[in-house]
């Protein structure tokens, strides 16, 4: 019999992997499932960068309509945020997330891989210039007010900073990297349904790095998972009796 805490006790160097999960309890939904906002039946043609580049008018009303700003912009960390925070007291700790919500930056983990962006910063394609989400959320249309060295505004539509359907992951091959150099990769509140992100499981199992599940459901590759603890994140406490 033992806690979360005893059972990662002696490992120095932890990689984890963080989906939808972990950010209910900040009252965010997740995106994917039954009742999830990627279930609405225009999202993969209109959240893909080819949309993006054809019709940006378009996609910015319906990028708009689909997220709601105020919760993704204003959720703040919970307990399995500032658990893992606190991790980094006596290890290394990477976090790999699949979330757009930013909440582990906010929560002050200092080695964050955001594979699919986030939802907090949108970004000018034309010249690299970064902005704050908040800062641009009354434009229905953003563009880039950048002043160039020539003295005219830079003008391209931004884009939000986060990764579209047609785009690649971020940060994958540091995963890998962070993976490959830990006592442990610790998965929570991921079913493993998500492509790249749900290899990285069997990409720790090769590298005979072990893995710990920690969900309130089984994933869909329990063949890559060497323990698995069942948990109500709404009920986090890693000081609880996990057999």
Not at 87 to 95: I, K, P, Q, S
Not at 131 to 157: D, N, R
Not at 215 to 234: E, G, K, P, S, T
Request: hydrophobic share 40%.
């Amino acid at each position: 019999m033992q806690t979360l805490n005893q059972l990662v006790e002696n490992d120095l160097n932890i990689a984890v992997l963080t989906g939808a999960g972990v950010s209910v309890p900040s009252e965010i939904p997740p995106f994917r499932g039954t009742n999830g906002l990627y279930q609405n039946a225009d999202v993969e043609r209109c959240l893909n960068i080819d949309f993006f580049q054809s019709h940006p008018e378009e996609f910015w009303i319906f990028y708009w309509t689909l997220f709601d700003a105020d919760l993704l912009l204003s959720a703040q960390p919970n307990p399995v945020h500032q658990w893992l925070k606190d991790l980094e007291n006596r290890r290394d700790v990477t976090v790999i997330t699949q979330n757009i919500d930013g909440l582990h930056v906010k929560a002050g983990s200092s080695n964050v891989i955001e594979v699919h962006g986030s939802f907090a910063r949108a970004v000018c394609p034309k010249c690299g210039t970064v902005y704050q989400t908040q800062a641009i959320g009354a434009q229905s249309f953003p563009h880039c007010s950048l002043i160039t060295g020539k003295g005219e505004v830079c003008g391209a539509v931004l884009k939000p900073d986060i990764v579209l359907f047609g785009e690649a992951v971020r940060g994958f091959d540091e995963a890998e990297r962070a993976i490959r150099n830990a006592d442990r990769l610790i998965i929570l509140g991921t079913s493993l349904g998500v492509t790249p992100a749900n290899m990285l499981p069997l990409y720790a199992k090769m590298q005979g790095v072990p893995t710990l599940l920690v969900n309130d459901r089984r994933a869909l590759q329990m063949d890559y998972i060497d323990r698995f603890i069942h948990m109500d994140f709404n009920q986090f406490n890693p000081d609880q009796i996990i057999g």
